[in-house]
């Protein structure tokens, strides 16, 4: 059972930045993609981008593309999501997922999920 824990978010004005943190336990992440997610108030939930754990390869929507960057800590069992260039549409709760799987296939409704954290973009 992984459990994941979202931190970092905050307020921000437009053209700044923020750094979420998502502190993974209960399970080693060899076999596991991580995601993060982002759903805005009457919007649908969003994939925004996501790693493969054991060889950190990368996959990001076109909308954060140069401007959100994902990485991992092995020792920590941590994800990052360092996002520059803010703007007022990054405005969402963010959330990680955990999941076994290919990054763009997998399941990801059947995978672990954090709590989220606020993202507030000023402009």
């Known amino acids: 059972q992984v459990q994941l824990v979202e931190s970092g978010g905050g307020l921000v004005q437009a053209g700044g930045s923020l750094r979420l943190s998502c502190a993974a336990s209960?399970?080693?992440?060899?076999?596991?993609?991580m995601g993060w997610f982002r759903q805005a108030p009457g919007k649908e939930r969003e994939f925004v981008g996501g790693?493969?754990?054991?060889?950190?390869?990368?996959y990001y929507i076109d909308s954060v593309k140069g401007r959100f960057t994902i990485s991992r800590d092995n020792a920590k069992n941590t994800v990052t999501l360092q996002m520059n260039s803010l703007k007022p549409e990054d405005t969402a709760v963010y959330y990680c997922?955990?999941?076994?799987?290919?990054?763009?296939?997998?399941?990801?409704?059947?995978?672990?999920w954090g709590q989220g954290t606020q993202v507030t973009v000023s402009s």
């Open positions: 997922a955990a999941k076994t799987g290919a990054l763009l296939s997998t399941n990801w409704r059947q995978g672990s």
């Open positions: 209960g399970r080693t992440f060899s076999n596991y993609v």
């Open positions: 790693i493969r754990w054991n060889d950190e390869s990368t």
